[in-house]
Nanobody, 126 residues
Framework: QVQVAESGGGLVQAGGSLRLSCVAS????????MGWFRQAPGKEREFVSA????????YYADSVKGRFSISRDNAKNAVYLQMNSLKTEDTAVYYC???????????????????WGQGTQVTVSS
């Protein structure tokens, strides 16, 4: 069974950058998708970005397009979320998630993912 663990959160000023990492342990398949979600206090968990492991195709929420970039390192079984031009509204706990999702999936719904990390706090100050 695949497990994922994220790291790299912290405190940064608005306009700054952070890079989150997520390492997957265990065997992944060609249909495996890794996603990033976030949850701010009092809000629903929301989709941030996802990447199809086999082909590297990427997906982004409108709110982060042009500012965040997702990438993968197959050799390290790792996925990264580079976050630039951070805003105060990006403050949240960020979660890495993974699962086998077929091509008809949206990749943006929490219920599509069975494996979740423990979360890492990202705080953007004004």
């Amino acid at each position: 069974q695949v497990q994922v663990a994220e790291s790299g959160g912290g405190l940064v000023q608005a306009g700054g950058s952070l890079r989150l990492s997520c390492v997957a342990s265990g065997r992944t398949s060609s249909s495996y998708v890794m996603g990033w979600f976030r949850q701010a206090p009092g809000k629903e968990r929301e989709f941030v970005s996802a990447i199809k492991w086999s082909v590297g195709r990427t997906y982004y929420a409108d709110s982060v397009k042009g500012r965040f970039s997702i990438s993968r390192d197959n050799a390290k079984n790792a996925v990264y979320l580079q976050m630039n031009s951070l805003k105060t509204e990006d403050t949240a706990v960020y979660y890495c998630a993974g699962d086998q999702i077929n091509s008809s999936g949206s990749y943006s719904q929490p219920y599509e993912y069975d494996t979740w990390g423990q979360g890492t706090q990202v705080t953007v100050s004004s």
